[in-house]
């Protein structure tokens, strides 16, 4: 009798096309039955995209053909495919899955280190990821994911992104003069976000994330004319003088019709790395408030913490570095939230924020 461990033996050798590790590992293997000579498997994965399921579907059909007297019954679920229209037009790009914009207040609260940490984690659970650095004013994408100075290929008019730690990365900064993006006016950043979104070589991806400048400007505006943005991530830290610029941020979510995936509190207490213990500097909790009026929730609190900081100079996220620690384990955490968010968007067809009162405090 044939027995399940034998089959599972066999599908730990499938990898998730694009990635290095198996199907098992990534835990999306979820079921094995074996009755007479029926094997049913159920897997589900996190792309929509049919031809991960039909690479998946042959590679272990070839796995287990050895099995010659036994028909295998393969489910595979997956995610619905994601909306084809924004408020303001059709996604361009309809080979990526699904848009995040990453937003804060204001600069220098972590919003780029989170976004390059949320993108880490979500490629660590299986999901293509590309995260575009649109902040023309502060660029910091590269050499926080290791590859500043790198120039990327242009293919006649395309661009392809630069590959790092799992992750397509593009930097719209990188791609023009240094210095230059300082005196850029609105249309001008209009524009350059408008081409980017057309020349870059993305190919196919569950999720893209956007580090956008601080604030609520152009690039915002842009981004959202452009493409059906599926979830908006706002970072923070939890001073009270940052709650103004956190209520702007969401504000503008609302009015662009951005569903709010949450707010990350950054620097949200300290702990020592020689004792481990939390000392709470900038007051932790003062987010909830603002959570809730806005209907959303806190996606996690980051502490500050001296590896945070050294991964973001030296290129290798914490989440790369330390993936086991308990902040890497906050960042999955984070990703995982963002992710249901985004699969409850695409299920519903959209968040209703009209129902949002904006602006009570
Ligand atoms: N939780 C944290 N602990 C320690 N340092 C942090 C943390 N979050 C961000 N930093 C550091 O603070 C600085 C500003 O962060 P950054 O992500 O560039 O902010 P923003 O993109 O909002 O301007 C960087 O040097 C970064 O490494
Ligand atoms: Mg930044």
């Not at 009755?35 to 994965?45: A, F, G, M, Q």
């Not at 914009?101 to 660590?124: E, R």
């Not at 300290?270 to 809730?292: H, V």
């Amino acid at each position: 009798m044939l027995q399940k461990e034998m089959v599972e033996e066999k599908l730990t050798k499938v990898i998730y096309p694009g990635f290095t590790k198996s199907i098992v590992e990534f835990g999306f293997l979820k079921e094995i039955t074996v009755r007479e000579n029926l094997i049913s498997i159920l897997i589900d994965i996190p792309s929509a995209a049919e031809e991960i399921e039909k690479q998946l579907r042959e590679e272990i059909a070839t796995r287990l053909s050895f099995l010659g007297e036994y028909r295998i019954d393969l489910t595979v679920t997956k995610p619905k495919p994601p909306r084809e229209t924004s408020s303001h037009g059709k996604n361009v790009l309809p080979n990526i899955q699904n848009f995040v914009m990453v937003s804060s207040g204001k600069g220098g609260v972590g919003k780029s280190t989170t976004t390059v940490n949320i993108a880490i984690a979500l490629a660590q659970q299986g999901k293509r990821v590309g995260l575009l650095d649109a902040d023309i004013y502060g660029p910091n994408i590269p050499r926080m994911m290791g590859i500043e100075g790198q120039q990327p290929v242009f293919l006649g008019k395309t661009i392809k992104p630069i590959i790092s730690h799992g992750i397509k990365v593009m930097s719209i900064g990188s791609l023009v003069e240094r210095g230059a993006s300082l005196i850029w006016k609105g249309a001008m950043v209009t524009q350059a976000i408008e081409q980017m979104l057309e020349d870059i070589e993305w190919g196919s991806l569950d999720v893209l994330l956007f580090d956008m400048p601080p604030g609520t400007g152009d690039a915002q505006l842009a981004l959202a004319q452009s493409l059906p943005v599926t979830s908006g991530v706002c970072v923070t830290t939890p001073q009270k003088v940052a709650l103004d610029d956190t209520i702007r941020s969401m504000d503008m979510f609302t009015q662009l019709h951005i569903p709010i995936a949450g707010i990350v509190e950054n620097m949200s207490g300290f702990i020592c790395p020689e004792t481990g213990k939390e000392y709470d500097i900038f007051g932790k909790g003062t987010t909830q408030p603002l959570a809730d009026a806005y209907h959303t929730e806190i996606l996690g609190e980051i502490p500050i913490e001296p590896a945070i900081r050294e991964g973001g100079d030296s290129g290798l996220p914490i989440t790369v570095l330390a993936p086991n620690c308990e902040t890497s384990k906050r960042y999955q955490e984070i990703a995982s939230k963002l992710w249901n968010t985004l699969q409850k968007v695409n299920e519903e067809g959209g968040v209703n924020n009209e129902a949002i009162q904006p602006t009570i405090f």
